[in-house]
């Protein structure tokens, strides 16, 4: 079984610009959360979808946004990005809820 | 708050060597899971263990939820196993959001 793939890889970008990010789960998963990992404060949670549901957010600003799709896929979008956004962000798939979490590979963006 | 605290931050070992990585939390959980971070970021599944032990190859792992920690055990450590160990903690009550330690940085030398 495939696991959770994340596009694109890396992704370079300026201050102002707006990003997306895309996350495909596990085949059969439906929930779907997103992280933000930074080497100043670690993998923070972002917000998680289930069934193109956002059932749980984050401490983070309006700037960061998602979407989950009916095929269970998931972007988020970051707008008017910052040097601060600079990061890894990593995408996780799990069958329901309180379930092993798996997590993609991740995109990396940096913001110059 | 909510805190998942690890230790030790650094362990520096000789290949051969045995290891044991703890990770404290502040309440109660309904998902406890292991991972070790590969060079390029990713994070790979190596425990789920809300509770009770687990073993896998030379890795094994124990959750005493009633005390409030869990132990990684690494036996006969390889090169390979170099890399940033994370234990991540959902609690009761959030969902599925994951709460991370700040992790333990493994070298394991030749």
Redesign the interface.
Known sequence: KAGVTQTPRYLIKTRGQQVTLSCSPISGHR?V?W?Q?TPGQ????LF?Y?SETQ??K?NFPGRFSGRQFSNSRSEMNVSTLELGDSA?Y?C?S?LQ??????????T?LTVL | GIQVEQSPPDLILQEGANSTLRCNFSDSV??L?W?HQNP????I?LF?IPSGTKQNGRLSATTVATERYSLLYISSSQTTDSGVY?C?V?FQG???????G??TKLTVNP
């Open positions: 929930s959360s992280y990992q670690g993998l923070q949670f998680e289930f059932r749980n984050g890894l990593l996780a799990s809820a309180v379930n092993e979490q798996f997590f993609g590979p991740g990396r | 309904n998902n899971q991972f390029w970021g990713q994070l599944n789920y994370f991540a959902g959030g969902s599925e959001k994951l709460v991370f700040k992790g």
